[in-house]
Nanobody, 128 residues
Framework: EVQLQASGGGLVQTGGSLRLSCTTSGFTFDGYAIGWFRQAPGKEREGVSCINNRDGSTYYADSVQDRVTISSDKRMNTAYLEMNDLKPEDSAIYYC?????????????????????WGQGTLVTVSS
């Protein structure tokens, strides 16, 4: 059974940093991509970043470029999202996701529909 669990969210001030973790099990971690998405109240879920564990390629949304770094530890089957210089507009529930298929994170972030397996989300709140 494919499982993902996001953690590491919390309350930070503007300009602060957080590192989110996505712990996974039930699939060959280094064969597929991990995507990070976020959803703020009243808004659609949007892509933040993804990492293709087959070749290490990464993609970022324009809104977080240069402030966010995605990485993965294949020994731990865990992906990370390091977020710096956080802004109030970064406040959202952050989800990690995967799909045991080749297309997510192949030429870009990919859409929500391209990911079949989702973690439960972790809340990030950035105070102004």
């Amino acid at each position: 059974e494919v499982q993902l669990q996001a953690s590491g969210g919390g309350l930070v001030q503007t300009g602060g940093s957080l590192r989110l973790s996505c712990t996974t099990s039930g699939f060959t971690f280094d064969g597929y991509a991990i995507g990070w998405f976020r959803q703020a109240p009243g808004k659609e879920r949007e892509g933040v970043s993804c990492i293709n564990n087959r070749d290490g390629s990464t993609y970022y949304a324009d809104s977080v470029q240069d402030r966010v770094t995605i990485s993965s530890d294949k020994r731990m089957n865990t992906a990370y999202l390091e977020m710096n210089d956080l802004k109030p507009e970064d406040s959202a529930i952050y989800y990690c996701a995967t799909d045991v298929a080749p297309w997510p994170c192949l030429h870009g972030l990919g859409t929500v529909a391209e990911y079949d397996y989702w973690g439960q989300g972790t809340l990030v709140t950035v105070s102004s």
